[in-house]
């Protein structure tokens, strides 16, 4: 290096020459130069090239520049801007980091989970841990439920909905035991088709089925009802309430709601996610969308070839079938009168009148009723069905029958009932938008929010005395009046008579007007006096 500097010095310092040095010490061009020029300023650059000055000079991330990066979202630029500016403010100035060597700090202290926590949040940071797998266990061990919403725009009533997919999964062979399509939101009777579905192992649901030992639901308020969780404990069943946020511990059904999407939704006609050219993605206007029913039977087939003909990875070659087969552990069934009965929800105990049941204030009857009016039973029902009840006796428990609603609407009063409630909902929700609805000017300058929307005088005074007659109608008190006495032949207890008005008392009602004598005037009480 001294060599160098004395050719520099002397100006006979060619590029030749710092070739030859950069492949001797096994370095770039770049950087002979850049020791070059500091050791022309400094004697320990020149006896040690390329060490540092001064100990600790190597810049590493602190509290706060973590503070920063969680703030402006992993933006490194942004962050830099903060740390000049404030670098600029202190007294005496400092020296702040330089953009290349920020970035160089994040890379050697930041693990790349820390940068996409501090970029993402959370479930971006969770893509970069490791999860150690369970053991496969054996069937019916532990299953897993969740409830995905399917993207894909079906046709339900001549309306485009997402349906909902509820199902259980059997960890230890990856099979789908149960399934349930719910065309709306779903709900505790989601969960319980789905178990119906699951644990019966007789035509058409297949060889799988039985009780399971253990149950991971994730804190879905549906999984976790009071019906559902009856039902669970009647058919001795462990419910595991997994944390919140932690997919990572149900990964079976996880792993199934992925790949539904990419391996059989993505194919169908109406499907959310598709690409749409254009700067705005819009369905097309002739897109024709799957019944709910047809949608139903692709699924229930999608199903099927899950269970027998799809190879997963973890089975190592072999179908969800085969390794249900494979299997020797013995399986817990129950007759589908038991559980028809353990999943439906308890209503408490009526009597059997003459009109039949009385629940909710509605009456519901069956045939089986004649002849058993006064006894004694119990009530059990599927969650928003309302149509039909199952009534058991309260003292056997025996299953006496069903009972339907009496005197139910038909399909086109219910439609048209529906029609005028979606018609004032409509109008309403327009009413109180139109109500609600505050505009402000746009500004260019920081000032005050402008609210637009000019009133006259009289607008004003004529909806503020529409407001004040309503209050006050609203306010009114029909008793600040006390009525009028009762005619002088009544037996009034003194108690009401201190509540009303004297003077002349009230005519009798019962009394025709006809009857009544006129009543006298001034003339005629001036010639009563005198006579």
């Known amino acids: 290096m001294r060599r160098l500097l004395a050719l520099r010095a002397g100006k006979e310092l060619t590029a030749g020459h710092v070739r030859v040095a950069a492949d001797a010490l096994a370095v770039s061009e770049r950087t002979v130069w850049r020791w070059l020029a500091a050791a022309e300023n400094d004697e320990a650059a020149a006896r040690d090239p390329g060490a540092r000055t001064w100990a600790g000079a190597r810049f590493t991330i602190t509290p706060e520049v973590r503070g920063l990066l969680a703030l402006w979202k992993g933006n490194v630029r942004a962050v830099h801007r903060e740390l000049v500016l404030r670098a600029a403010r202190q007294s005496p100035p400092v020296d702040a980091p330089s953009l290349t060597t920020l970035h160089r700090a994040i890379r050697r202290d930041l693990m790349p989970g820390e940068r996409a926590g501090l970029a993402g949040g959370e479930r971006a940071a969770r893509k970069h841990d490791v999860f150690l797998a369970r053991p496969r266990g054996w069937r019916n061990q532990v299953w897993e439920t969740d409830h995905v919403q399917a993207a894909v725009l079906v046709d339900v009533d001549g309306k485009a909905r997402r ?29 319980l088709a789905a178990l119906r579905s699951s644990v019966l192992r007789e035509d058409p649901y297949g060889p799988f089925g039985g009780l399971p030992e253990k149950v991971r639901v994730d804190r879905g308020k549906d999984f976790l009802s009071r019906t559902v969780t009856a039902a669970f404990d009647l058919l001795d069943v462990t419910v595991e309430d997994l944390p919140a946020y932690t997919p990572h511990l149900k990964g079976t059904v996880e792993g199934l709601n992925r790949a539904v999407e990419s391996m059989f939704l993505a194919a169908l006609p109406g499907y959310a996610r598709q690409p749409r050219p254009g700067k705005r993605a819009s369905r097309p206007k002739g897109e024709v969308l799957l019944g709910f029913e047809d949608f139903t039977a692709r699924l229930l087939a999608w199903t099927l070839w899950w269970n027998t003909e799809h190879q997963p990875a973890p089975l190592r070659g072999k179908t969800p079938l085969e390794a249900w087969q494979d299997d020797p552990t013995p399986l817990r069934d129950v007759s589908a009168a038991d559980l028809w009965t353990f999943t439906l929800e308890d209503a408490g105990t009526r009597t059997l009148t003459t009109r039949g049941i009385r629940f909710r204030k509605r009456d519901y009857v069956g045939p089986w009723m004649t002849g058993q009016a006064g006894i004694q039973v119990r009530i059990r029902f599927m969650p928003h069905h309302d149509h039909r009840i199952e009534v058991y006796h309260a003292a056997t428990g025996r299953y006496l029958g069903p009972a339907d609603l009496a005197d139910q609407a038909t399909e086109e009063q219910v439609s048209a009932v529906r029609r005028a409630r979606a018609s004032r909902a409509r109008r309403l929700k327009k009413d109180l938008e139109a109500s609600q609805r505050e505009r402000y000017a746009a500004v260019n ?25 309503t209050d006050l109608a609203q306010l009114a008190l029909p008793d600040l009046i006390p009525p009028a006495a009762p005619p002088a032949d009544w037996r009034t207890p003194p108690s009401l008579t201190a509540r009303t008005t004297p003077g002349r008392p009230a005519p009798v009602p019962s009394e025709p007007a006809s009857d009544r004598p006129p009543e006298p005037t001034a003339q005629t009480a001036e010639d009563g006096d005198a006579s």
């Not at 259980?168 to 989601?190: H, K, L, M, Q, Y």
């Not at 009289?458 to 007659?469: I, K, V």
């Open 445 to 469: 300058q920081p000032e005050a929010p402008q609210r637009l929307g000019a009133l006259t005088t009289a607008q004003a005074e004529a909806e503020l005395a529409q407001t004040a007659d």
């Open 163 to 191: 349906p909902w997919i509820t199902w259980f999964t059997d960890c230890a062979t990856n099979a789908i035991t149960g399934v349930a399509v719910t065309p709306g939101d779903p709900s505790r009777e989601s969960v």
